[in-house]
Every structure is written in structure tokens, then in C-alpha cells.
């Protein structure tokens, strides 16, 4: 389960915090300027560690950990953080918090049932990436699981009747080319594999989570947008949903195992810090992420993936042929495309007009003087990373 981002609340900065507007213009803007750059960093680390530490991880030699438990416990570890954190929020009042959790759990019991749905659609993607990542190379894992692009804008489309600027079809068409070459390198055997590893079975966890990251994402927004209820609230919720539903998918993939070699089988200090990196890891995503607009946060997708293909080559022995440089080529300039603001977009489709104008000589579509020019096309498009109460990923994400 992906972490439930702040949106564009203030709220995430807490009591005592100095607002921007109450430092002078030069002092606010360097602080901005380093915030975005802490922001980056985050981001960065925060996508490409979790999918090193999964591969790392699982393919440790001696025993293998039960990935079942490892997602259960990433979904305890990160309620009780936010419950420690609503704890926090109600100054250590315990009947304060109980009342609160009352009303906001069990009073609004429909608000809550509506986060069932999402909760495991999260589950049972934090299981499938664990598939993935124990089949793919992390770089490859990294490239493909970019396909969250393509199928988040495609549900925003049918789902939202959200609409999409030609240049973000055009790198959603670019994005799909670069994944598919990367997989056309993998089949094609780029490079020795360990022969417990399944290519088939890894593209098809990778996919089915990408299908699943993108329908949760716009289903989240479609029943939560406008509803009340703090970040850690919505994570705290997420979390109860996500450990039972976790212990359900546990009993019914592995529950003969974990009950006859134990739940905690198999760990070791890299499990554990996979576990503590999915729990904390999309919660501090969840708050840095207000200060990261879209061109940051598709610079860091980028930046990750050049990370997990450098990690990769010295951790894992991974091989870059041409074919594999092509392809994530092309999903970085795709995803950079994609985040670029409307506005932008426009203005490079008028540039090309432009130029095609003086060639051809002008336009014979111009608006008559007087009259009022059309009306314009909605130029929002949903930032599913950003909107109040959905989930970021893990970047991250979980995830994200």
C-alpha cells in the first residue's frame, strides 16, 4: 500500500513551522529552492532503494523470507506510526484521540468502508512488485513499472473524462515503445539470469501492478476528492484495511509455511530494512511531496532509474546492451514529456505552428475581429501524486 500524499496542504508543516510569506522574498525563496532540492533527493533515493533492497533481498542466498509477512508488517509498522502521529496531534490525550478515532472510524463508517476497495488493490500490489522485482533486473523492474504513466492517464481519461494535450499522447505512445524494447532485450536474454527467475512471470506481476497502481489511484480520487480527514487519518485507515487484508493473502499463499516455519522465517537485517523502507518510506514521501511540482517529480523518476541501472551494474553484475540504453532512453524523455505543465505543452505546439505557418503562408482558421474567441478546452490534468488523500509511489508509492 502506497502512502496517502499531503496534496497541496500546508497542513504538513505543523505547529511552529515558519511560513514562506512571513520571510523576506530572498530568505523564502532560497529556503523554497532548498526544500525542492530535499524534495529531489527524497524522491530519488526514496524509488530506487526500495526496489534494490527488494532484489537485494530476495536474492540473498540461504533462506528466503515469506514476502506474504514482509507486506503485513510494512502495514503495521506504518499504522502505528500514523497513530502515534494522530497521538502526537491530540497532545498525548488518550480520550481526546479515542474520541476521534470513534466519530472518524466507526461513526463515519461509510467514509471508511469506501477505503476497502483501494486498501486491496494496495495489498495485493505490494505482493505482485515483490514477484516482480524476485523475476526482473531492478533496472528492468525500474523501466517497466514506469507503465503506472500510462495506465493512471488512461484511467483518468475513462474514469474523470479527464482530457490529454497531444504531447501527452505522444509520450504515453513513447513510453509504451521504450518499455516495450526493454522487455524485447530482456526476452532476448540480455545477460546471464539465475535460474530460479522468470521473465514471463516478473513482466506479468509488473504489469497486473501497474493496472492495478493506475485504477487505485483514480478510484481513490473519484470516491475521496473533496472528503475531510487529515493525511495520517487516511493512512491510519488504509493501514487497518491493509493489515487484515494482508493476513487474508498470507493465510490463503503461504499460511502452511508460515505456520510451520514461523512468521518471521527468514529475516534478516536487509528484510528488515525492506520492511522499514516500505512503511516510512511512502509516509515521508507523502510529506515531501508538496514541495515537489511535476517537472521535479519526473526528474526523480528519471534520476531513479539512472540509479537502479548504475546500482544494478555494480551490485547485481547487470548487463546494458544498446537495446536496454534505447528503451529507457525513451521512457526518461517520456516520463520528463509527460510531467511538463499544460501551459508548456502549448507553448511548444505553437512554436511548431509557428514555424509551419511561415513555411505555408497564414492560418486560415483566424478568429474574425469582434467576436469572442471560443471557449477553451479544460487544461486540467490530474496529478494523481499530488491530489488530496492519494496515495504517492513509492513512489513511492509504494507507493506508490
Not at 354 to 362: R, V
Not at 370 to 385: E, N
Amino acid at each position: 500500500m502506497a502512502a496517502v500524499g499531503s496534496g497541496g496542504s500546508n497542513a504538513a508543516a505543523g505547529p511552529g513551522a515558519v511560513s514562506a510569506g512571513s520571510l523576506e522574498p530572498g530568505t523564502a525563496s532560497a529556503a523554497h529552492r532548498r526544500l525542492k532540492y530535499i524534495s529531489l533527493a527524497v524522491l530519488v533515493v526514496q524509488n530506487a532503494s526500495l526496489i534494490l533492497s527488494i532484489r537485494y533481498a530476495r536474492t540473498l542466498p540461504g533462506d528466503r523470507f515469506f514476502a506474504t509477512t514482509a507486506v503485513v508488517m510494512a502495514e503495521v509498522l506504518k499504522g502505528l506510526t500514523c497513530l502515534l502521529l494522530l497521538f502526537a496531534q491530540k497532545r498525548g490525550n488518550v480520550k481526546h484521540l479515542a474520541l476521534f478515532l470513534h466519530e472518524a472510524v466507526l461513526v463515519q463508517y461509510v467514509d471508511t468502508l469506501k477505503l476497502a476497495v483501494p486498501s486491496l488493490i494496495y495489498t495485493l500490489q505490494n505482493n505482485l512488485q515483490y514477484v516482480a522485482i524476485s523475476n526482473l533486473p531492478a533496472a528492468t523492474f525500474q523501466v517497466t513499472y514506469q507503465l503506472k504513466i500510462l495506465t493512471t492517464a488512461l484511467f483518468s481519461v475513462l474514469m474523470l473524462n479527464r482530457s490529454l494535450s497531444r504531447l501527452q499522447w505522444a509520450s504515453l505512445l513513447l513510453l509504451f515503445t521504450g518499455v516495450a524494447i526493454v522487455q524485447a532485450q530482456q526476452a532476448g536474454g540480455g545477460g546471464p539470469r539465475p535460474l530460479d527467475q522468470n521473465p514471463g512471470a516478473g513482466l506479468a506481476a509488473v504489469v497486473a501492478s501497474c493496472l492495478s497502481s493506475g485504477f487505485a489511484g483514480v478510484y481513490f480520487e473519484k470516491i475521496l476528492k473533496g472528503s475531510s480527514g487529515s493525511v495520517w487519518l487516511r493512512n491510519l485507515q488504509l493501514g487497518l484495511f491493509g493489515t487484515a487484508l494482508g493476513l487474508v493473502g498470507l493465510w490463503w499463499a503461504e499460511g502452511t509455511a508460515v505456520a510451520r516455519r514461523g512468521f518471521f522465517f527468514g529475516y534478516t537485517p536487509a528484510v528488515w530494512g525492506v520492511v522499514l523502507n516500505q512503511a516510512f518510506g511512502g509516509l515521508l514521501v507523502a510529506v515531501v511531496v508538496k514541495y515537489a511540482d511535476n517537472i521535479l517529480k519526473g526528474f526523480a523518476t528519471s534520476l531513479s532509474i539512472v540509479l537502479s541501472t548504475v546500482a544494478s551494474i555494480r551490485l547485481f553484475g547487470f548487463h546494458v546492451d544498446p537495446l536496454f540504453a534505447l528503451g529507457a532512453g525513451l521512457v526518461i524523455g517520456a516520463v520528463y514529456l509527460y510531467s511538463l505543465p499544460r501551459g508548456t505543452a502549448k507553448a511548444i505546439a505553437s512554436t511548431s505552428a509557428s514555424a509551419s505557418a511561415s513555411t505555408s503562408g497564414p492560418c486560415t482558421h483566424q478568429q474574425p475581429p469582434g467576436q469572442p474567441p471560443p471557449p477553451k478546452l479544460s487544461s486540467h490534468r490530474a496529478d494523481l501524486s499530488t491530489e488530496p488523500f492519494l496515495p504517492k509511489l513509492l513512489t513511492k508509492v509504494k507507493g506508490s
